[in-house]
């Protein structure tokens, strides 16, 4: 009878759809302007559930080389106008191991070919290889991303090119006769190599596997071990509100902003999601008691005072930021009573507002 459970349990984790499995999958795709259907493409679906144990390990193998790298790398892409999952393609080519040199003659992290190097301006010599210098290599690849993209225009056509090149890849839009992933992957038609095909899956595998670990929405993930060998064992997680900002939780649990934002990449912006009711951030240890005594105690208690509220019609030129400012309420408890997919409003939208019930009078006076 254990072994059935066993087995069945076994089988019912292979049965959940990708989607629920890895929940970051939305997030992953938006990066890579892959549209959220592909996560329903069968072929995309028998990879993922053929190799995803392997990939899992792949994914630890690759942060016990170069976990200490991550951070910087993810915030030289942000800083450069680039996503931070391109910390992933990097994994990808190298497994985060410096001196890695491939069949054809591609060194380092990036797996920069020498002319490509010399292109970007590495250097190459017999004394001297640049492109074992992560942080070079990482400046030159982030330039070579960025003519990818004035090229092709789409993300995930900048990681295709990065592994098959430039005119491999607009021959094959050319003859598939679109730039559209589903097309471009089909198996049969083959537009363009089976590796760069593996190449994209693969990326996008890793991500979900480790944007789940820093998004904090892996049910099944030994999140405080990966936490742990992403920034050391001084930091943990804590879950904060949709909407919130960085730089204001830094100010009441007596941070610098910089120092929060370089523990938490994943933020676009500085700014928390708004697409789930609560997500994970990163804290220094020390950290943890000034979170849970000022941060945590304030949400509680401003929601024990809003017993009222008010509906309000969002105005022309109207941004959460000035409406919650108007009521004296956050953006988090906006978001918490209306169904915002993002922290944008449109001009016409009526929002529910939770309020005090001493704003609530104001308000009722004003307008009785």
Known sequence: MRYLLIILLAL????????????????????????NSYVYDQGFIDFVQKNEARYRRFYKDSLRRGAHLIPTFKSMLV????????????????GFSRDCVSCKSAVGIWQFMKATAKQYHLTVNSDFDERLDPILA???????????????????????????????????????????????????????PKETRTYIKKILMVAMIGENVSLGLGRHEKIKDAVAQLYGKDVVQVEVEP??????????????????????????????????????????????????AIYRLQKELQKYSKTHYLSHTVKAGEDLEGIAEKYQTTIGEIILYNPLKRREVKQGQTLVIPVTKKVFLAFSHHHG
């Open 138 to 192: 990482t400046s030159a690849a982030m330039n070579y991303l960025h003519v990818l993209y004035r090229k092709f225009g789409k993300w995930y056509l900048v990681a295709m090119a990065y592994n098959c090149g430039e005119g491999r890849l607009s021959r094959a839009i050319e003859k598939a006769g679109s730039d559209d992933i589903s097309v471009l992957m089909d198996e049969e038609s083959a537009y363009i």
């Open 243 to 292: 909407g919130e900002s960085l730089e204001e939780i830094a100010k009441i649990i007596h941070m610098k902003p910089k120092d929060l934002l370089k523990l938490n990449h994943h933020f676009k912006n500085g700014l928390v999601p708004v697409k789930l009711p609560s997500y994970k951030m990163n804290i220094p240890n020390r950290k943890v008691l000034d979170f849970y």
């Open 12 to 35: 019912s984790c292979q049965a959940m759809p990708v989607s629920q499995k890895y929940p970051s999958y939305s997030y992953v795709f938006e990066e890579f302007d892959i549209d």
């Open 79 to 94: 800083q450069d106008g680039l996503s931070d999952l391109f910390v992933y393609l990097s994994m990808i080519e190298s």
